[in-house]
């Protein structure tokens, strides 16, 4: 996809994994809606990206509300006109074994890490479909390849985007819509430092890398599609 000009969603934008996205996105001429919990950093983000001679918007939202989704698309489509890519990339991680986590632990990391990749695909997904072109990348984790027991919760989310990935892949390729699943392994960002897991930080991966990797999936011809890349941190440590 040669992306010079077209219109990307990167939700989870304020910081890290997000943000770097957005910013590498931004130089490759495209033009980024920006969407998170923390307008402050959306901002910034914008600010950066506008510097760069992009355009950018941004909402500062709760995507787990049907409601929330509808303006963010009305207003993308009345600034840009359309929508070629998203990037599902939000999401909320809680330290708790399964016997721990709460109901609201539990309720919160299926709003944001799944109801949430549903209510903005399906919309997302349908304008694709109408034009047969467009590419959505669900962020994943390697804890939906073998769940951590201490974020068991996250990790079953996570195995649960995989499986919507699969129903919108299957759904997708018959209207030439593109979709794929990054599995990052152990990334610096602000999440995973909150959760302090015991393995050196010289070990994990920067944002930069994962962003990297998601250019790569964007820029493979029209008879290409990767549909899994799991980016991995030195010694294959799992988060």
Known sequence: MDLNGKVAVVTGAGRGIGK?????????????????????E?????????SLG????????????????EML?????????TIDILINN???????????????EWDKTMNINLRSVFLLSQPILKIMEEKKSGYIINVSSTAALEVPPGIAAYGISKIAMNGLSQAMYEHGKSYNVKVSTIFPGMTDTKMLRELSPPVQKEKW??????????LFLLKQSDRTVVREIIPWAARHDKI
């Open 73 to 81: 698309i009305n207003k993308t489509l009345d600034r840009f006109g």
């Open 205 to 214: 991966m920067a944002p930069e890398d994962i962003a990297g990797c998601i």
């Open 20 to 40: 770097s996205l957005a910013i590498a996105l931004a130089k490759e001429r495209c033009n980024v809606v920006l969407v998170s919990r923390t307008e402050e």
């Open 42 to 50: 959306l901002k910034k983000t914008s600010s950066e990206i506008n």
């Open 54 to 69: 992009s355009k950018s918007i941004y909402f500062n939202i709760d995507l787990s509300i049907k409601e929330n989704i």
């Open 90 to 104: 939000a999401a909320v991680l809680y330290s708790s074994d399964f016997l721990d986590i709460t109901e609201e």
